[in-house]
Nanobody
Framework: QVQLVESGGGLVQPGGSLSLSCAASGSIVSINAMGWYRQAPGKQRELVATISSGGSTNYADYAKGRFTISRDSARNTVYLQMNSLKPEDTAVYYC???????????????WGQGTQVTVSS
């Protein structure tokens, strides 16, 4: 069993900042990558940012320059620092981990339950 638990969502005013974190736990052999997606009401889930086991990062265009993804490999935790938030950043943010577990011995994607981020005055 693998769990990804997000924390740090909430309500913030436009221009403000929020920091999200996601910790993976369970029967993990290795983690290839971790990252964040988001889904706004009535829209499809979209990529926010990813970070590989080697530290390479990838950002959606809207996130570049405002969001920073980082990772603590020793703690199987990924972070997302979001600055200069806009109302259009309002969404449920989902953590994911691409990993190998002792149960499957295959590379699969696992998802957290999501955390709400609301940007509003």
């Amino acid at each position: 069993q693998v769990q990804l638990v997000e924390s740090g969502g909430g309500l913030v005013q436009p221009g403000g900042s929020l920091s999200l974190s996601c910790a993976a736990s369970g029967s993990i052999v290795s983690i290839n990558a971790m990252g964040w997606y988001r889904q706004a009401p009535g829209k499809q889930r979209e990529l926010v940012a990813t970070i590989s086991s080697g530290g390479s990062t990838n950002y959606a265009d809207y996130a570049k320059g405002r969001f920073t993804i980082s990772r603590d490999s020793a703690r199987n935790t990924v972070y997302l620092q979001m600055n200069s938030l806009k109302p259009e950043d309002t969404a449920v943010y989902y953590c994911f981990g691409r990993m190998v577990t002792f149960t499957t011995l295959r590379v699969l994607d696992y998802w957290g339950q999501g955390t709400q981020v609301t940007v509003s005055s």
